[in-house]
């Protein structure tokens, strides 16, 4: 074949952080969970992956960049994904380049995948979810896959569990499904992004020395030695979910942030019960914690929910913008850059909560004062990489820009 | 009463870790527990109390001094020990001197108690254990009280619910009991010190930024609010305690080790799924658990257990003399100590221990390898205060030179 056309598509998706966690697959092979699941949805402006995902007849492989960067695509996870997406392509037609795919010309096409993250790779923010997500809707829309979202996040889920929650925005709920092929495990909306606006999430990136236990390694562990996973997911979990659905609609911070907070604690109680035992949380974690409790306590009602994944990161969930500009006062109070980080690269993301917070230079964070609740409060300078402040956000969306698009339009190669 | 007399008991306790937790009351007030718990009593010679009770018709009160320091007997715990020995009291007659106390004298004197550790008591020691335990046992020597061991631990337990298990020495089980008085709730010998002595005990003492949860509040907090801990005492331990017992008598330290690490790590799950969270363990509690587990799975059997109980300190059970010296010089790799502190203060205890290891100056400890089984090891100067090796050892004795004893013979005060 001598064409040379390239047909793209680019789409950019949200990552997602889990208010009741995941942790335990049933399935090894299909990403089965042990127990329902519900996340919130972070704002893509701030945290989200974009995918071009382009198709030529001169490609002579499938072919991935992420960040910039090839990277193999033979993982049975990638796999997985282009296959079921594959499975479903139909015909498509771009009438006024005179191109058509046909259906089974799919079978014969190889597609090139450019993958870019705006928030660092190795950082621990659940980068797996959003790009498993973002490749399966970009190619379901280049393929021209018939799919609705739900559909599409039971083949994300194959490339990364938590990735099907990634398919919508504000709160998402993956059923765990019952089915053996699992198909009925997949992702459906609680609440869009407009339900519960007031929410505002800090994300504290804490600085690690450890190697952390992957995720998937983690859980596998955790499923054969724990004896309490199995007690979590047939007891517990299934009436958190039915708390948890209930605070979201209902906009209750106190049961949502109770809730949160147990389960991010009780899942890494699991991980500790595991054989050997898995620690996510460091002691910076910890005296995160410390200060959201104490604070929660001292004014009676929750102000910030806190919650932990496979990792040292604190994603803290502030009632409102208040809360979040009081929350954010006391962290950096705690947590002060080094000396050699400008405050412009220490607080990412949504920037007006630090205006909110009266802080506007390093001298305002020196000046800050400890927070009453708690005596002699030591400051841990360093021990926090950076924050991000965000809020709920949108699920994927397609960009019809072509300037945004990671692939070349001619040769189908990174830009 | 112008009589002058005073009669007086001397007696030494050991303090004891539990390899199987107790961790949740189910009656406050007796301290009766929510399972049972095994426990391995430490050498006296490097953890214990000793205390002395005295008895005088001319005290006119109840009098304890611990440490040299005085303090008051009015909290509950010391009223029930008191008051349960009292009860217990018998005719006590000295010949020689004239003396004559009969059951009922008892109820109208007053006794002096000194009570010494010879450790620090705030490093998390478990001090409260050895101490209760000295005193009840002193006590109802004092008072002739006929009691054996075990009903003396029913009544240590009323003092501080761990101390029952320092009433004897080797292993030993606390049964929890089922009688609602509580009185069945006792600690019986699974084996005596002589059974199974080549253990080698080492104690790392972290050194800790924290104010910890006392166990009180902490086992009172995760009875309320853990739904993982009924789970735990219901259906894990008391497979778990028949499991333990048979490796104790079996001398199974592949099934010893991998039952105490485990329940190491679910006690502290439990604490992490209480709200809001207990965390004992920090950084340097995590490493050691590390260092262990990595040195264990690359021998292929296990050579060391660990536990910990509330606080980050390690309590290391090494399979042998070989182990542990090998063990303390991968400790003394990892946890150097500060350049200020002399090796004689930084290892205390069985100093045989280091001699095995090859170790006899600071420059030994600057000299020793990295650990083999982990790459790139790095060094954490100063995150231990000081080691302990020590091993299993024996329950209460009377010391019956008077030059031991901690009171005056003639004015029942303080030396």
Known sequence: MAESW?????????????????????????????????????????LCTTTTVAVSPSFAQDRMWLNGKEISLSGGRYQNCLREIRARACDVEDKERGIKISKKDWEKLYVHIASYNNFPTAAGLASSAAGFACLVFALAK????????SELSAIARQGSGSACRSLFGG????????????SDSLAVQVVDEKHWDDLVIIIAVVSSRQKETSSTTGMRETVETSLLLQ?????????????????IKNRNFASFAHLTCADSNQ?????????????????????????????????????????????????????NRKAAAQLLQKLLFYFPPNSDTELNSYVLGDKSILKDAGIEDLKDVEALPPPPEIKDAPRYKGDVSYFICTRPGQGPVLLSDESQALLSPETGLPK
């Open 231 to 247: 007690h979590r997911a047939k007891e517990i979990v299934p009436k958190r979910i039915v708390q948890m659905e209930e605070s």
């Open 267 to 319: 899942f890494h109680a699991v991980c500790m019960d595991t054989c050997p035992p898995i620690f996510y949380m460091n002691d910076t974690s910890h005296r995160i914690i410390s200060c959201v409790e104490k604070w929660n306590r001292s004014v009676g009602t929750p102000q910030v929910a806190y919650t932990f994944d496979a990792g040292p990161n604190a994603v803290l969930i502030a009632h």
């Open 6 to 46: 390239v047909i793209m598509v680019t789409a950019q998706t949200p990552t997602n952080i889990a208010v009741i966690k995941y942790w335990g697959k049933r399935d090894e092979k299909l990403i089965l969970p042990v127990n329902d699941s519900i996340s919130v949805t972070l704002d893509p402006a701030h």
């Open 142 to 149: 280049l393929m021209n896959a018939k799919e609705d979202n």
């Open 171 to 182: 709160f998402v709920k993956w059923k765990m499904g019952k089915v053996e092929d699992g």
